[in-house]
C-alpha cells in the first residue's frame, strides 16, 4: 500500500486532472488524502461568497468519496488571493501536511508549464512543489518535530497542468473515467460555473453551439461528460497505451536515482 498526497488549489482541480488515475489509486488499495487550500468562495455567477461556501465543503467531500478518497484537509484560505497570501507559512503548511500523512508520492500542478493563468494554481504549484522537494531536509520548518512529525521523503513527484509540458507517465483511465466524471458533477456549484462560462464564450464569439448556448445550465452533466472524455480521448491519443482514455503527468521519480542503476526498472503502481 502506497500513500498518496494531493495539493489542490480548488475542490475539483484533481478532479479534472487526476480523477482517473486518483480513482484507480484508490481502487488498487493505496490511500489518499487531499489538501484544499481555498474556500472556493468565488466560482460562481449565481451565488454570493458566503452561499458558496456553504455549499462547496459538501461538495469537495462528495467528490472525494466518490473517487475513494480517504481524507481532506482544507486550508481555507481566501479564493482568488492565494497568490497574495505568505508563501512561506503556504509551503510550510504543505510540508506539515506531508510530515503528517507520510506519504510516497505527492501530486499537484505543474510549476513549470506555460500559460497558467490562476494565481491560486501558480501559488500552490510552487509551494507545494518546494515542500515536496525539501520535507526531508531537517531544518526546513525544524519546529513541526517539536509537534511530534519528523522529516518525510518524497519518493515521486507527479505534476498535472492545462498546457502540459514533458508528460512522461500516463495512466489508462478507461475503468474509471465515469466516476472521474460522476466526482466532477459533485462539485455542482463549479459545474455550473463552467458551462455559464462556456456560455459566455459562445455568445461572445458568435458561433453556433446549441449543444451549450441552448442549454440550462443547471443541465451540466452531459457537458461535462463530453470535455472529460474528448480530454481523456486526445490524451490516450499521445500516450501510445492503445487506450480509449487517459490522464497524463510529468513524473519526477527519486531523484533520477535510475540513471545509477542501469537495467533495473521501478515497479509501476498505477
Ligand atoms: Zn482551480
Not at 507545494?128 to 521523503?153: I, K, Q, V
Not at 472521474?180 to 458533477?185: N, P, Q, R, T, V
Request: negative net charge; charged residues 25%; hydrophobic residues 40%.
Amino acid at each position: 500500500m502506497k500513500r498518496v498526497l494531493v495539493f489542490e488549489a480548488h475542490g475539483d482541480d484533481m478532479e479534472f486532472f487526476a480523477g482517473g488515475t486518483i480513482a484507480k489509486f484508490a481502487a488498487a488499495g493505496h490511500e489518499v488524502t487531499l489538501v484544499c487550500a481555498t474556500d472556493n468562495d468565488k466560482g460562481s455567477f449565481e451565488l454570493s461568497a458566503q452561499e458558496m461556501r456553504a455549499v462547496r465543503d459538501q461538495e469537495l467531500l462528495g467528490a472525494a468519496s466518490v473517487l475513494g478518497v480517504k481524507r481532506v484537509i482544507p486550508l481555507g484560505y481566501a479564493d482568488g488571493d492565494l497568490g497574495y497570501a505568505d508563501p512561506r507559512v503556504l509551503r510550510g503548511q504543505f510540508m506539515r501536511a506531508i510530515r503528517e500523512v507520510k506519504p510516497d508520492i505527492c501530486m499537484t500542478w505543474d510549476p513549470f508549464t506555460h500559460y497558467e493563468g490562476h494565481p491560486d494554481h501558480r501559488a500552490v504549484a510552487t509551494a507545494a512543489s518546494e515542500a515536496m522537494s525539501f520535507a526531508h531536509f531537517p531544518n526546513f520548518y525544524p519546529e513541526h518535530a517539536d509537534d511530534g512529525l519528523p522529516p518525510h521523503y518524497v519518493g515521486e513527484h507527479w505534476f498535472f497542468a492545462k498546457a502540459p509540458r514533458d508528460q512522461n507517465k500516463f495512466v489508462d483511465i478507461d475503468t474509471t473515467i465515469d466516476r472521474k466524471i460522476e466526482a466532477l458533477c459533485q462539485h455542482e456549484a463549479q459545474m455550473v460555473l463552467t458551462v455559464m462560462d462556456l456560455q459566455h464564450h459562445v455568445r461572445a464569439s458568435g458561433l453556433d453551439v446549441p449543444f451549450l448556448a441552448g442549454r440550462s445550465a443547471h443541465d451540466f452533466a452531459p457537458v461535462i461528460e463530453q470535455m472529460m472524455k474528448r480530454a481523456g480521448e486526445a490524451v490516450a491519443k499521445r500516450s501510445g497505451l492503445g487506450c480509449r482514455y487517459a490522464e497524463g503527468f510529468r513524473r519526477a521519480r527519486f531523484g533520477g536515482i535510475e540513471a545509477w542503476a542501469p537495467g533495473q526498472t521501478i515497479a509501476e503502481d498505477v
